[in-house]
């Protein structure tokens, strides 16, 4: 039986992204946020309609970084976590996708 895994994507708000790029067989993420950034929204599907993910939806950040767990549990009970270390810092993305420090342009990136 293949191990259940976010199909897609996970998604943040509009303006971040993560790193590396998500890849479903990818377990551990890093983000940059400004630190006028407090909370951030996370969304993501399975491949399989009977597992369900906790650790989406609006989450609040608090200090100069932070972990967030999105698991995902199949129906037989096995579970997946992928972690999202997110750090806190000046310059770094904000949920309008402007950086709060000059970039060059055409840095940005988006996702589909």
Same mark, same amino acid.
């Given at each position: 039986m293949e191990p259940i895994r976010i199909q897609k994507a996970m998604f943040l708000d509009e303006g971040f992204s993560l790193t590396p790029s998500f890849g479903k067989d990818t377990l551990s993420y890093n983000l940059i946020v400004d630190t006028s &950034?407090?909370?951030?929204?996370i969304s993501a599907s399975t491949a399989d309609g009977n597992a369900s993910v906790v650790g989406t939806g609006n989450i609040?950040?608090?200090g100069n970084s932070s972990d967030i767990a999105v698991t995902v549990t199949a129906q037989n009970g096995s579970t997946r976590t992928y972690t999202i270390?997110? &750090?806190?810092?000046?310059g770094g993305a904000t949920p309008s996708g402007q950086n709060?420090?000059?970039?060059p342009a055409g840095s940005g990136s988006s996702s589909s």
């Open positions: &950034v407090t909370s951030i929204q609040e950040l608090t270390h997110v &750090v806190r810092q000046a709060t420090t000059a970039s």
